[in-house]
Structures are given as C-alpha cells and as structure tokens.
T-cell receptor, first 113, second 111 residues
C-alpha cells in the first residue's frame, strides 16, 4: 500500500535559518505529491505540489522537488520566519476517479526570533 | 472567494448527546470528505461522498454517519459521542483532479 514517512519533530530553528524537512514515500503507480501546512487551531492549507517526476513545487519561499529515483519530496526554505511556525504534512495522492490522500505524521516547526 | 466553510468552529457537547457538524463549499466540487484529526496526529479519513455515492472507510465506527443533501453541503453526525471522539474534524473537497481543499475545521469537545 501507499505510505509517507517524514522526519519527526519538533524542528527548532532561529529566524533566517535554512530549513529542510525530509519526506519519502512508497506508492504504486505515479502519485502526485503535496506539502500541506497547518497553523495552530486551523485546517490544512496546500503549500505546494508536484504532479510528476522532476517537477518542482514552490510557494512563499518554500520548495520541494519530486525525485522518483529516491522516492523523496523534501521541503526546503532558505530563510525561515517566525510566522512559518506550524505543522507541515507531506502527502501523496493517487487518483482513481477521485483523490485519495495518504499523509505523513507531520513535522512541527518552531522558529524563534 | 471560492472556499470550504465549516460551522461551528468550536462545538461542545455532552457525553452521549448527538451532535452534527456542518460543511459547505462554493467550489462546486463533486467529492466531499470528512477527516478526524486528534492532537499531534495526521488527519484520518472517516468517509467521503463522490456525488451522492457514500464511501465509508472500513475502520470508521458506526457512531459516525454522514449526509449530503446537495452538492454544496455535507454533514457529519455523531450519534453518541464518547470522550474519545473529542478531536478536530476537517472537511475537504476535490474535483476530478487530485488536489483536496480543506476547511478550517471544527474543534469538538466532549464533556
């Protein structure tokens, strides 16, 4: 079956530090890959996505590249801000008429001034 | 803006007292999902509707039911809430594409 593994948190960084959150996946077929972000007390917001190998998703300074050879979709940001503090979920979707999301366990990011 | 709306944002109920959570969408998506998310965990899919077709996950307790009277609205009914049902409940929608759009969630407290 499908599965997503992401690094456990919390990840604690100082403002302007470089961020990497690792994500690897196992899936049959050709999944789409997503990073969702969840701020405290809120629902999930789509941060970025990639639908095929070698695609790079990017948004708000965050980037992730779909690496089929390593089955990875690591999230990176060059300079984090306090406002980036949230929980980040890596997810994959396989499509068979409708979307089915498989989530990783989530990684909490804490950024201090 | 097109969006997914959940009401109420916070719901308090008593042990065993039925409760209904509401979700509406202006995206005109044909698929609607309900997830349960407990603290520090990933969302867990309870069920989804593809148009009017209801699809229950195998491990969703019978205590949880859903209704979709039309394209825009979907309801989650918890017939007899237990303390273990306290959680964030997330509604999501999708069209024929693979992306899901989430609402802000309803935080359920069971006293």
């Amino acid at each position: 079956g499908n599965s997503v593994t992401q690094m456990e948190g919390p990840v604690t960084l100082s403002e302007e530090a470089f961020l990497t959150i690792n994500c690897t996946y196992t899936a049959t077929g050709y999944p789409s890959l997503f990073w969702y972000v969840q701020y405290p007390g809120e629902g999930l917001q789509l941060l970025l996505k990639a639908t095929k190998a070698d695609d790079k998703g990017s948004n708000k300074g965050f980037e992730a590249t779909y690496r089929k050879e390593t089955t990875s979709f690591h999230l990176e940001k060059g300079s984090v801000q306090v406002s980036d503090s949230a929980v980040y979920f890596c997810a994959l979707s396989t499509y068979s008429g409708y979307s089915t999301l498989t989530f990783g366990k989530g990684t909490m990011l804490l950024v201090s001034p | 803006d097109a969006m997914v709306i959940q009401n109420p944002r916070y719901q308090v109920t008593q042990f065993g007292k039925p409760v209904t959570l509401s979700c509406s969408q202006t995206l005109n998506h044909n698929v609607m999902y309900w997830y349960q998310q407990k603290s520090s965990q990933a969302p867990k899919l309870l069920f989804h509707y593809y148009d009017k077709d209801f699809n229950n996950e195998a491990d969703t307790p019978d205590n949880f039911q859903s209704r979709r009277p039309n394209t825009s609205f979907c309801f989650l009914d918890i017939r007899s809430p237990g303390l273990g049902d306290a959680a964030m409940y997330l509604c999501a929608t999708s069209s024929d594409r693979d992306e899901q759009f989430f609402g802000p969630g309803t935080r359920l407290t069971v006293l």
